[in-house]
């Protein structure tokens, strides 16, 4: 399950990373999770020409082609990762750019991560 690298995380983000994309159970991986700083977040978004709706910002971006998920390592929050990690994923499993696709396979990865943590607290 840890056929993907993490590139420019502190150990305890790639440690969270690693451990909520296990619970996710993805059948489809990424090949790289990426965190940059923001300044290079932004150069990404634009290099890959990322369309996101109108007014909305984004922490978290894939590129369908290499597999990769970027993460702006500036913007990054703890408790909301998995949530937005679970998405990008979404677009993995469909092989789609379209938000609606992967905010619908995003639920049953959400779904999971809720019962983990509900199995972990006393």
């Known amino acids: 399950m840890n056929s993907y690298v993490v590139q420019g995380a502190t150990p305890q983000q790639e440690a969270l990373v690693r451990s909520q994309i296990q619970i996710m159970q993805p059948s489809v ?10 300044w290079k977040f932004l150069d990404n978004t634009r290099i890959f020409q990322l369309h996101a709706p109108m007014g909305c910002t ?7 082609a290499s597999r990769t998920v970027f993460i702006d390592a500036d913007r990054y929050f703890d408790e ?10 979404g677009h993995l499993l469909t092989n ?3 938000e ?3 905010e619908k396979a995003a639920k049953e990865f959400r ?5 983990a943590m509900k199995h972990d607290q006393p």
């Open 96 to 98: 789609s750019l379209k």
């Open 111 to 115: 779904k999971r991560l809720k019962e």
């Open 29 to 38: 991986l990424p090949l790289r999770v990426v965190f940059v700083p923001h």
């Open 80 to 89: 909301s990762l998995g949530y937005w990690l679970a998405h990008e994923l």
């Open 100 to 102: 609606q696709d992967a």
């Open 58 to 64: 984004s922490a978290l971006f894939t590129h369908l």
